[in-house]
């Protein structure tokens, strides 16, 4: 597996995810029940997307059309 995509927080994480498996590959989120574990104190993102190396390059293919905005809503 690979590291693939740091999201700002579980809700990117999902709405990710589903982006990345609606386009065919398959991705695993990994560290979302983290924050929790930190209670109160502050604690950096620890969420992140993984995909099988296999997929690596059609990972980054729709994640550069997601963050050029390919994928927003109108």
Same mark, same amino acid.
């Given at each position: 597996m690979h590291e693939? $995509?740091? %999201?700002?927080?579980?809700? *990117?994480? $999902?709405?990710?995810?589903?982006? @990345? &498996?609606?386009?065919? +590959? =398959?991705? &695993?989120?990994?560290? *979302? $029940? @983290? %924050? !929790? #574990?930190?209670? =109160?104190? %502050?604690?950096?993102?620890?969420?992140?997307?993984? +995909?099988? =190396?296999? &997929?690596? &390059?059609?990972?980054?293919?729709?994640?550069?059309? $997601?963050?050029? !905005?390919?994928?927003? #809503?109108?």
């Amino acid at each position: 597996m690979h590291e693939i $995509y740091l %999201p700002e927080n579980n809700i *990117e994480a $999902y709405l990710v995810q589903g982006l @990345l &498996e609606s386009e065919g +590959v =398959e991705c &695993e989120i990994r560290g *979302e $029940y @983290l %924050p !929790g #574990a930190a209670g =109160e104190l %502050p604690a950096g993102n620890n969420i992140s997307l993984w +995909v099988h =190396e296999n &997929e690596v &390059e059609a990972a980054k293919a729709v994640l550069q059309r $997601y963050e050029a !905005g390919e994928f927003a #809503a109108e």
